[in-house]
């Protein structure tokens, strides 16, 4: 069988992978995106984009695009509701916020890689190293295919294959239900630039504005044990159920009650690395390395995985441009192995840090533990994580 041969090759087009094409590209450096979906993924719901995110999306020279699809949130409102009465907290949102459709984000990066840098249909079963060295990998498509690259970088999410091949451990998954979509007011919604975060008997809610007309939530719950299924519909019907009988404001039911079909996401498992795994793994092999949720999937607790991953992009592309020759076109091989390294020694901190608040964030809700909510009461009062200080972070210049 014919072998192709390629320099730079990402595996997987989701955030992470758009945006380290696109960054790349800005630098002059080509690349090829294997994706393994026959379309771009552009589906499923919508992304909290922080300060720290929008510092990216400005570098990879589409900001002002994306500021035109989604509003700014200003505040927090965080609701406690119990039967002695509700209590409430509003907290103001440092720098940025916006809610962004998924589908805004990769549709923007993706018109902005040249043509036939994104090949979709190709799924990668397995991968070998090209020599003894690690120099290069061999990738092999489910239908046979047999392609060359002389650096690869694993965008390819948290089930990621490429993380196999640099030797890391499965993440681990917690067993938690969330119902998301959006919700779609006609007349205009009531709920100002404030995002919402209600918590009443065992189900948590996010609600945010997107636009005038457009709000976009979620529903975090206890996995129901064997009432739960895959079936988006029957979840829905399921929640609207529990959120009655809870008696959650009219507001938040009839907002469930109203989301449109298409935008409807039930998730069963949440994934995440450890810190200390996150601390401690070796993220490179020769000229192999990862990015995104296949290095650092966390919990959806602080809203940070699509950050990160813009960061992890442009932290990497700056990195391989800085050994990059011949005008950013030619990259030498044993050069390529120590920009990969520069780029894991820079992430490391930063993602063992997002990893870590997103863990005891997780645990202090999961946890029946009194002593371990304490404990990760202190992590995140230590590092801000209520006061959003991660979002401050500037990964700087492409
Ligand atoms: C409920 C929930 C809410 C969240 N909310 C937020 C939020 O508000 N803000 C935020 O910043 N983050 C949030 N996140 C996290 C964020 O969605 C992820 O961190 C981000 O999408 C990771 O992007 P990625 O490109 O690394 O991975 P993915 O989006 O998983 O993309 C991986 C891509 O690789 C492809 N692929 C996989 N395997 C292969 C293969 N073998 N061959 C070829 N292609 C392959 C897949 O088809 C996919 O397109 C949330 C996550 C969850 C679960």
Redesign the pocket.
């Known amino acids: 069988m014919e072998e192709e041969v390629h320099g730079i090759v990402i ?7 758009l945006a380290t094409a696109l960054a790349l590209h800005r630098k002059g450096i080509p690349s090829l995106v ?4 026959e379309t771009l ?1 552009a589906a499923g719901g919508s ?3 922080h300060a720290n ?1 929008w510092r990216v999306l400005e570098q990879l020279g589409i900001a002002a695009e994306l500021r035109k699809t989604a509003d700014v949130v200003t505040e927090f409102h965080d609701v406690w509701q119990q039967e002695q009465g509700n209590k409430s907290a509003v907290v103001p949102v440092r720098g940025e916020l916006r809610w962004l459709k998924r589908k805004d984000l990769i549709e923007t990066m993706a018109k902005n890689i040249p043509a036939g840098a994104i090949r979709f249909g ?4 397995e991968i070998h190293p090209a020599n003894p060295d690690n120099h290069g990998a061999v990738l092999t498509t489910l239908d046979g295919s047999i392609i060359r690259a002389k650096a690869l970088i694993g ?7 490429v993380a196999r091949y640099l030797g890391l451990s499965p993440p681990r998954s917690a067993s938690r239900m ?1 119902l ?1 979509g959006f919700t779609r007011y006609p007349q205009g919604h009531p709920f100002g630039p404030h995002f919402l975060r209600l918590r009443c008997k065992g189900f948590f809610v996010g609600r945010s504005p997107m636009t005038d007309h457009l709000v976009s939530f ?1 529903v975090a719950f206890w996995h129901p044990g064997a009432g739960a299924t895959k079936d988006a519909r029957a979840m829905k019907a399921f929640v609207l159920e529990r959120l009655k009988l809870q008696c959650c404001s009219d507001e938040v039911v009839e907002m469930v009650r109203g989301l449109d079909p298409e935008s409807l996401i039930v ?1 069963t498992r ?1 994934w995440y690395r450890q810190p200390w795994q996150v601390m401690s793994s070796s993220f490179r092999r020769g000229t192999a390395t990862v ?4 290095m650092h ?1 966390m919990g ?1 607790y602080i ?5 990160a ?1 813009l960061e992890d992009a442009v932290v990497l592309a700056r990195s391989l441009s800085r050994v990059a020759g011949g005008g950013g076109r030619e990259l030498r091989q044993e050069r390529i192995g120590a920009a990969m390294g520069a780029y894991v020694r820079e992430r490391r901190l930063r993602v063992v840090r997002l990893s870590l608040e997103s863990f005891a964030m997780g645990t202090m809700l999961a946890t029946k533990s009194l002593l371990m909510k304490l404990a990760c009461f202190a992590v995140v009062t230590l590092l801000g994580t209520n006061s959003l200080g991660h979002t401050n972070y500037d990964c700087g210049r492409l």
């Open positions: 595996v997987g087009g989701g955030i992470c992978g294997l994706e393994k979906s993924r992304i909290g984009v995110g190709c799924h990668i079963a965008c390819d999410g948290s089930n990621s294959v969330l998301r979620f998730l949440v990015a995104g949720d296949a999937v959806p809203g940070q995985g699509g950050s991953a």
